[in-house]
């Protein structure tokens, strides 16, 4: 059973930074794509960054030279560090694992608040 498990949302002030974790179980992590996604009241979720097997990385526009996504496959361990927050950063942010449509798990969401 593939399980995700996110960590480290909270509260920060404008221009302040905050990591986030996700920590999968149950499936052999280096063999699949990840990627963090994010989701505001009122909108739909929408992609944040995203690491092939290789480590090659993708951003949204709105979060390029402020976001940072690492993958650790020793620790199985997704990150993404964010600095420079802003307000619109706002969201529940949830990880995934896999991108195809009979291989793709997600974690149950972590908040970040952004507000002085």
């Known amino acids: 059973q593939v399980q995700l498990v996110e960590s480290g949302g909270g509260l920060a002030q404008p221009g302040g930074s905050l990591r986030l974790s996700c920590t999968a179980s149950?499936?052999?992590?280096?063999?699949?794509?990840m990627g963090w996604y994010r989701q505001a009241p009122g909108h739909q979720r929408e992609s944040v960054a995203s690491i092939t097997l290789g480590h090659r990385t993708t951003y949204a526009d709105s979060v390029k030279g402020r976001f940072t996504i690492v993958r650790n496959n020793a620790e199985n361990t997704l990150y993404l560090e964010m600095n420079n927050l802003k307000p619109e950063d706002s969201a529940v942010y949830y990880c995934?694992?896999?991108?195809?449509?009979?291989?793709?798990?997600w974690g149950q969401g972590t908040q970040v608040t952004v507000a002085s």
């Open positions: 149950g499936t052999v992590f280096s063999l699949h794509a």
């Open positions: 995934r694992l896999g991108y195809s449509s009979d291989y793709t798990y």
